[in-house]
Structures are given as structure tokens and as C-alpha cells.
């Protein structure tokens, strides 16, 4: 109890706040490796899951390849690549990119292959081309879905970009090593308690967001 009151006491000490050490930097940083990391895998990811669920093929690979991603140790990932590309923010970048792109991929074609058949059917009868289908009714009645996975992903994110820190990089994870190393252990909590928040307010923005994409015909009250 006594570390999380000092943990909170560290947090709202208003001098540890501004500068380029700073709370407000360390949070920024954090933020922007996360949002970075998943908008690379959302290029990637979104339109090879159209393709996929639009098309029924390749999702047996696409399957594959999620779960081989979500199956590497992230720890791991992030020190290979650190010693393959050097120290700095493109190792851990790469892996925050392999990480969200399983959650990316599986909301793109889930998404699509969730809608109605008979819609889709009614939308080929009434002369849609394939591109049309795809644009104008699989997207939007899958986007939901869509913006799950990115939600999922994106909290996958933010919980493991404290580890780009651990190859010289910045962000919230500064303080959990610096904290390690000097045995700062309210500064470690703090550090913890930063990521918990951050990531419960982007869920809850996140939640608003996945509300706001459902069609209003199919939006449960």
C-alpha cells in the first residue's frame, strides 16, 4: 500500500511533469510508438483481410500466419530484432507491426465474412460489380468487427511498448527500467499505473469508435 501511495505521489508531483524526461514526454513518446506501430499494420492488414473475407481465399494462410505471429514470444522479438537492426525505436517498431497485425487481419475478414450472405446476394442481384459489394455493403456492416481487431491490437500495443525502452528507445518504459536498475520501486508502479491508464482511456475511445462504425440499422439499442 505504502508503494502505491508513493507511486501516486510521484505521478502528480508536478515537477516531474514537463521537460524531455518528463512524464508528458515519456507518455507522448509511448502514445505515438503505439499509434505508429498499428497504423503500419492497419496498411497492411485491413486490405488483405477485404481481400480475404471478400474473396474466400487465402484465409487457411492468413489463419496461419495470425496465429504464428500471436504465438512469438514479444520479449524475444524485440531483442532479435534489436541486435539484428541495432539499438533504437525500428526493432521494437517491427515488433509492435508483427503484434497488432494478427488482431488487424482477423477484424478486416472476419468482418467481411460475417455479413449476411443474403445481402451480399441481394447487392450482386441489383447489378453491384464486386468492387461496389465490397465498398458499399461488406465494409460498412463489417466495420465493427473491423475496429475491434484494431482495438485489440492496439491495447496489445500499448501494453508491450514499455520494451521499447529495453533496446535505448523511449516511452512510459524508461521509467520501469530506470526504476529496475535503481531499485525505484514506486517509480516502477507509476510507470505501470501511467500504461494502465493510457490504455483504459484508448479503450474507452476505442469503444465510442466501434460504436459509432455500426450501421445504425444494426446497431442494438
Known sequence: MRYLVDALAWIADPARWPGPDGIATRLAEHLGYSVAGVLIACLVG??????VGHTRRGRGLAVGLSGTARALPTLGLVTLLGILLGIGLVGPMVAFVVLALPSVLAGAYSGVEAVDP???D???????TEAQVLTRVEIPLGMPLLVGGVRSAFLQVIATATL????????????????????????MLAASLLVVALALVCDLAFAVLQRAATPAGVRHP
Open 118 to 120: 443474403l445481402a451480399v
Open 122 to 128: 441481394g447487392a450482386r442481384a441489383s447489378g453491384m
Open 164 to 187: 521499447a525502452a529495453y533496446v535505448g528507445a523511449g516511452g512510459l518504459g524508461r521509467y520501469l527500467f530506470l526504476g529496475l536498475k535503481t531499485q525505484d520501486y514506486p517509480q
Open 46 to 51: 485491413i486490405p488483405a483481410g477485404w481481400w
